[in-house]
Nanobody, 120 residues
Framework: QVQLVESGGGLVQPGGSLRLSCAAT????????MRWFRQAPGKQRELVAS???????NYAASAKGRFTISRDNAKNTVYLQMNSLKPEDTAVYYC??????????????WGQGTQVTVSS
């Protein structure tokens, strides 16, 4: 059973920084893309950033220049470093990954979400 376990959310003042982590645990043969999404109250879930198995990255326009996604393949972990945080970054942040539990399979998994609140 594959699980994605997030950590690192919390309350931070505008202009501050937070680092989110998401570790994939369980039976894992390979992990392809790993992503961070977020969902603010009353809004749709949106893609924030993604990183491929080779380290290639993509960012939403709102995240470019402030957020950095990275991964540690040895630890099956993806990170999201968030700097210069704004109140509009307040949301529940979700980890998402394409995981092969065994060869010739591929499934999409979600974490449980971690709350990020940016407020003075």
């Amino acid at each position: 059973q594959v699980q994605l376990v997030e950590s690192g959310g919390g309350l931070v003042q505008p202009g501050g920084s937070l680092r989110l982590s998401c570790a994939a645990t369980g039976n894992i043969f390979r992990i392809n893309a790993m992503r961070w999404f977020r969902q603010a109250p009353g809004k749709q879930r949106e893609l924030v950033a993604s990183v491929g198995s080779g380290g290639e990255t993509n960012y939403a326009a709102s995240a470019k220049g402030r957020f950095t996604i990275s991964r540690d393949n040895a630890k099956n972990t993806v990170y999201l470093q968030m700097n210069s945080l704004k109140p509009e970054d307040t949301a529940v942040y979700y980890c998402n990954a394409d995981v092969a539990p065994v060869a010739a399979t591929l499934y999409n998994y979600w974490g449980q979400g971690t709350q990020v609140t940016v407020s003075s």
